[in-house]
């Protein structure tokens, strides 16, 4: 997966009162070997606990039935730089609510739909017990977040303030109420690839980052 391109201009969407994290402690190294016989799982002989490291990201995905929605999840993921793979995830369901509010304001989305606010959100993975923090990584935490309208076009041309015209491929969009706004998308020419599958059934997911295109919320857990 490839971060969000900070050369499209284009707004990041983060719920920054939701997400929290814990801040780093400087003084404890990132390492996930173990040579010594001490109690801890560092290289060291000291008696201090080596902590894990994890970016945050958005998921979920959507899947569809001769245009009509049949299901979707939303939720985070915890993303291991060391164990480079998702050491914890929330994820939880969206359900169908009706007819997106305008969809004309979405013209080139080949479906639209009003989905509900996440719901029975539950963690999963092999740190999220170990997490110092555990933030949004605890069952329900992110319950009844998101009501939002959602929208896929499987090719969309974006014109930047110059008009300068980037084709992109599977775009994502989302409107919480205040227009239409990208969410995921893929470009070829960026690259940028933060959705799988087409229409019918797609998954998406990206970081969470901040305008310089590095991720801007960790997560750290003992090892």
Do not use: H
Request: net charge negative; aromatic share 14%.
């Amino acid at each position: 997966m490839t971060l969000f391109d900070k050369s499209l201009k284009l707004a990041l969407f983060a719920s920054v009162a939701l997400l929290t994290a814990c801040p780093p402690d400087k003084d404890e190294p990132v390492d996930s070997a173990d040579a010594d016989t001490d109690a801890d799982t560092d290289a060291d002989t000291d008696a201090d606990i080596d902590t894990g490291m994890a970016f945050l990201t958005i998921t979920g995905g959507i899947t569809t039935t001769d245009g009509a929605f049949t299901s979707g999840t939303l939720g985070f993921g915890g993303y291991g730089v060391i164990e480079q793979d998702f050491v914890c995830a929330i994820t939880g369901d969206l359900a169908y609510e009706g007819e997106a509010t305008d969809p004309e304001g979405c013209p080139a989305c080949e479906w639209t739909f009003d989905l509900s606010p996440i719901a029975s959100s539950v963690t999963e993975g092999t740190m999220c017990a170990a997490l110092i923090e555990p933030g949004i990584f605890t069952d329900g935490a992110i319950d009844g977040y998101w009501d939002w309208n959602w929208g896929f076009a499987s090719a969309y041309t974006y014109y930047d303030t110059e008009g300068t015209p980037y084709d992109l491929q599977e775009t994502l969009f989302v409107d919480s109420g205040k227009g239409w706004n990208f969410f995921m998308f893929n470009w070829a020419d960026g690259p940028v690839t933060q959705i799988a599958g087409d229409a019918s059934a797609l998954t998406f997911g990206r970081a969470i980052t901040d305008n310089a295109g590095v991720p801007a919320y960790y997560y750290y857990y003992y090892l």
